[in-house]
């Protein structure tokens, strides 16, 4: 629906989509955090999961009005990844 922002949010195939972007990235920023600020494995495992994400939302028929949320949902999964890396080293 146009100009309507709940039921956009409750699309089962954006919830996926949010989903996929958070949990695929945690792993992701666990190795991150083990390699070289800047190397090229840095640069890969930060951007990996940026393809398959708008892969998933083109194929869905997902607005490009997403693209903040899952932005901000890989961010978050890389942070709470690389967190985990971290408590593992104390």
Same mark, same amino acid.
């Given at each position: 629906?146009?100009?309507? !922002?709940?039921?956009?949010?409750?699309?089962?195939?954006? !919830?996926?989509?949010?989903?996929?972007?958070?949990?695929?990235?945690?792993? !992701?920023?666990?190795?991150?955090?083990?390699?070289?600020?800047?190397? !090229?494995?840095?640069?890969?495992?930060?951007?990996?999961?940026?393809?398959?994400?708008?892969?998933?939302?083109?194929?869905?028929?997902?607005?490009?009005?997403?693209?903040?949320?899952?932005?901000?949902?890989?961010?978050?999964?890389?942070?709470?990844?690389?967190?985990?890396?971290?408590?593992?080293?104390?």
């Amino acid at each position: 629906m146009k100009g309507r !922002l709940l039921p956009d949010l409750l699309d089962p195939a954006l !919830l996926g989509i949010l989903g996929f972007a958070f949990l695929s990235n945690i792993p !992701l920023g666990y190795l991150r955090e083990g390699v070289p600020r800047f190397s !090229l494995r840095w640069f890969v495992y930060i951007h990996l999961s940026i393809p398959f994400i708008i892969g998933l939302r083109i194929a869905n028929g997902v607005s490009w009005h997403a693209i903040p949320f899952t932005l901000g949902l890989a961010v978050a999964g890389q942070y709470f990844g690389s967190q985990a890396r971290r408590r593992k080293r104390k």
